[in-house]
């Protein structure tokens, strides 16, 4: 996540890949909260890994 204020990262995250309110996010009871932001960084470390290796992968491709 970026720097800055963790909960407004969180919820400009949810509005935009989970189309939920910021309100929404805000007013989740606590374990509920930690819950979605796990999730999102289980999910953010998997689209890393994928990326890195869809880069090698096409590293490989251009010297043959």
Do not use: C, T, W
């Not at 929404?24 to 290796?53: D, G, H, M, T």
């Amino acid at each position: 996540m970026e720097d800055g204020d963790s909960d407004a990262n969180i919820a400009h995250y949810v509005l935009h890949k989970l189309r939920l309110l910021p309100s929404q996010y805000l007013n989740l009871p606590r374990l509920e909260k930690a819950f979605v932001i796990a999730s999102i960084q289980v999910k953010i470390e998997a689209e890393k890994k994928a990326r890195k290796e869809a880069e090698r992968k096409g590293k490989g491709r251009k010297r043959r």
